[in-house]
């Protein structure tokens, strides 16, 4: 009982890093943005983190953030499961992919084993007298 307590515990806690993940790629993305225009190099950091968090917020709600991080998208497919020749192995370890697989396995072992725990006694076979 314990045990399926602290796995639910964790699932609960690690749920919300998840779904908020896109949020911080927006914000970064935007930033990335903002930071790119020459007219930012007059603003502060208070107004350009102000304007980061409207144009974030904003396109959260108009439902237009999965659109913008989709338009932008840079990101090269093909290292994603390779490694580079100076890589050490912390750094391998400790990629989002390698962790979200490993939390995933975790996750279904511990499924696993709770259906094992707590399975029913086998039923009798039902009498086949007519």
């Known amino acids: 009982m314990k045990r399926t307590l602290a796995a639910l515990t964790f699932t609960a806690l690690a749920i919300p890093a998840?779904?908020?993940?896109?949020?911080?790629d927006l914000h970064a993305r935007i930033r990335a943005d903002v930071m790119s225009d020459p007219r930012s190099a007059q603003m502060t950091q208070v107004e350009i983190d102000a304007l980061v968090t409207a144009l974030a917020n904003q396109?959260?709600?108009d439902g237009t953030a999965d659109d913008y991080l989709a338009s932008k998208n840079t990101f090269?497919?093909?290292?994603?499961?390779?490694a580079p020749k100076d890589a050490s192995f912390m750094s391998l370890v400790t990629?989002?992919?390698v962790i979200a697989l490993f939390s995933l396995g975790v996750i279904l072992l511990l499924v696993a084993l709770y259906i094992i725990r707590n399975r029913a006694a086998?039923?009798?076979?039902?009498?086949?007298?007519?």
Do not use: N
């Not at 998840?18 to 911080?24: E, G, M, T």
């Not at 090269?76 to 390779?82: A, C, G, K």
């Open 76 to 82: 090269d497919y093909s290292t994603l499961f390779t």
């Open 18 to 24: 998840i779904l908020f993940a896109q949020s911080d």
């Open 95 to 97: 990629s989002p992919m």
């Open 122 to 130: 086998p039923m009798p076979p039902p009498d086949l007298v007519a």
């Open 59 to 61: 396109a959260e709600k």
